[in-house]
């Protein structure tokens, strides 16, 4: 009974190719984020939504576009991948009090040849 | 942006002994919250500790506790008779009380428990 779920756990796919990753989360909370963890285990924030709404879009190319059709679900679609997209890609979700801790989901190894 | 700052890359302890992990943080706020998450070979990130700003107790779980000390913006991760499951990166992170409530992560400190 996976709080926070992300699928796939592993993609390797080409460079320029275009690839999805979905999140979903069955802890009934608002906000739901995608962080990045590099080669160097550095954890960044790409985006973050509440109840569906955009709240905090990093720094991040425009070819990355998350959607919320819900706010259970927070997916990421990935067009145009590039070498440098080799990460992994964490899902999580809080509740927006400050008290919230963060859920993270299993992560998901994108590999880019 | 608040910045948090874990200086350690690296950390070593013998099974059964204690380590301190260290963290500080930059901040003008005076509420806020801050989290120590584990994250083992497996990858999946787990909250190890939590500590609420304007409480002066330090957080204890079990063998983890932390020394929150405010005034100097410093909240260190102590774990006591360390095992060898303990080994993983630690990340120390802050949550802001402010609008968006995000979180901010440090770099991380990988631990290393040595039989």
Redesign the interface.
């Known amino acids: 009974d996976t709080a926070v779920s992300q699928t796939p756990k592993y993609l390797v796919t080409q460079m320029g190719n275009d690839k999805s990753i979905k999140c979903e989360q069955n802890l009934g909370h608002d906000t739901m984020y995608w962080y990045k963890q590099d080669s160097k285990k550095f954890l960044k924030i790409m985006f973050s939504y509440n109840n569906k709404e955009l709240i905090i879009n990093e720094t991040v190319p425009n070819r990355f576009s998350p959607k919320s059709p819900d706010k259970a679900h927070l997916n990421l679609h990935i067009n145009s991948l590039e070498l440098g997209d080799s990460a992994v890609y964490f899902c999580a979700s809080s509740q927006p009090t400050p008290t919230g801790e963060l859920f993270f989901g299993e992560g998901s190894r994108l590999t880019v040849l | 942006a608040q910045t948090v700052t874990q200086s350690q890359p690296e950390m070593s302890v013998q099974e059964a002994e204690t380590v301190t992990l260290s963290c500080t943080y930059d901040t003008s706020e005076s509420?806020?919250?801050l989290?120590w998450?584990k994250?083992p070979p497996?990858?999946?990130?787990i909250?190890v500790i939590?500590q609420?700003a304007y409480k002066q107790q330090n957080a204890t779980e079990n063998r983890f506790s932390v020394n929150f000390q405010k005034a100097a913006k410093s909240f260190s991760l102590k774990i006591s008779d360390s095992q060898l499951g303990d080994a993983a990166?630690y990340?120390c992170?802050y949550?802001?009380?402010g609008i968006?409530?995000?979180?901010y992560?440090g770099?991380?400190t990988?631990l290393t428990v040595i039989p």
């Open positions: 509420d806020y919250y989290f998450y994250q497996s990858r999946q990130m909250l939590r609420e990166m990340f992170a949550r802001s009380a968006g409530n995000q979180f992560f770099t991380g990988s």
